[in-house]
T-cell receptor, first 113, second 115 residues
Framework: KNQVEQSPQSLIILEGKNCTLQCNYTVSPFSNLRWYKQDTGRGPVSLTI?????NTKSNGRYTATLDADTKQSSLHITASQLSDSASYICVVSPSGGGNMLTFGGGTRLMVKP | EPEVTQTPSHQVTQMGQEVILRCVPI?????FYWYRQILGQKVEFLVS????????KSEIFDDQFSVERPDGSNFTLKIRSTKLEDSAMYFC?????????????FGEGSRLTVL
């Protein structure tokens, strides 16, 4: 069964600090991996999309990495801001699966002043 | 900036009643989706829709669910006879392309509460 597992479940950091969120997936064959940011009670917003041939992709202070051999991805947030407080969700699309995306449970990040 | 809009933002209904959730996708998008998120759980795929027909659906999307694009702008999700376990946030999404090239844009969600 296709699964996406994320760690940690929750994380508290101080404003200005960096953090790294982890994602492991068992989806195979694999097409692409996405990271979304979801504020409480809101819809997910796309941060990055990486195909299996890409190792890294950046979007401002967000940098995602992908190791398709070990089926792991990470999202690194640099110089965190209070507005970064949200859930960060790793999402995987199976090859040939169109947009039947498999969502992870997310990491809930809280940035404190 | 173009966005996906959903109505209502919150609906409370009695078990067994029919519910219709409405979505207006981004105007030049061709692929439409419904996802749901039960409180505290993962977002789950329900159905994708392209060229006026369902292209994929999950096990959750049983005979109680249906989707329709009644005109050029709206995309609806109907639940015929709601159950308590249908209580969730329902997200509509759209994309300009399908598959790996398709970045999904989500709406703000419709919260459905079944009593």
């Amino acid at each position: 069964k296709n699964q996406v597992e994320q760690s940690p479940q929750s994380l508290i950091i101080l404003e200005g600090k960096n953090c790294t969120l982890q994602c492991n997936y068992t989806v195979s064959p694999f097409s692409n991996l996405r990271w979304y940011k979801q504020d409480t009670g809101r819809g997910p917003v796309s941060l990055t999309i990486m195909t299996f041939s890409e190792n890294t992709k950046s979007n401002g202070r967000y940098t995602a990495t992908l190791d398709a051999d070990t089926k792991q991805s990470s999202l690194h947030i640099t110089a965190s801001q209070l507005s970064d407080s949200a859930s960060y969700i790793c999402v995987v699309s199976p090859s040939g699966g169109g947009n039947m995306l498999t969502f992870g449970g997310g990491t809930r990040l809280m940035v404190k002043p | 900036e173009p966005e996906v809009t959903q109505t209502p933002s919150h609906q409370v209904t009695q078990m067994g009643q029919e519910v219709i959730l409405r979505c207006v996708p981004i105007s030049n998008h061709l692929y439409f989706y419904w996802y749901r998120q039960i409180l505290g759980q993962k977002v789950e795929f329900l159905v994708s829709f392209y060229n006026n027909e369902i292209s994929e659906k999950s096990e959750i999307f049983d005979d109680q669910f249906s989707v329709e694009r009644p005109d050029g702008s709206n995309f609806t999700l109907k639940i015929r006879s709601t159950k308590l376990e249908d209580s969730a946030m329902y997200f509509c999404a759209s994309s300009a392309a399908g598959g790996a090239a398709g970045e999904l844009f989500f709406g703000e969600g419709s919260r459905l509460t079944v009593l």
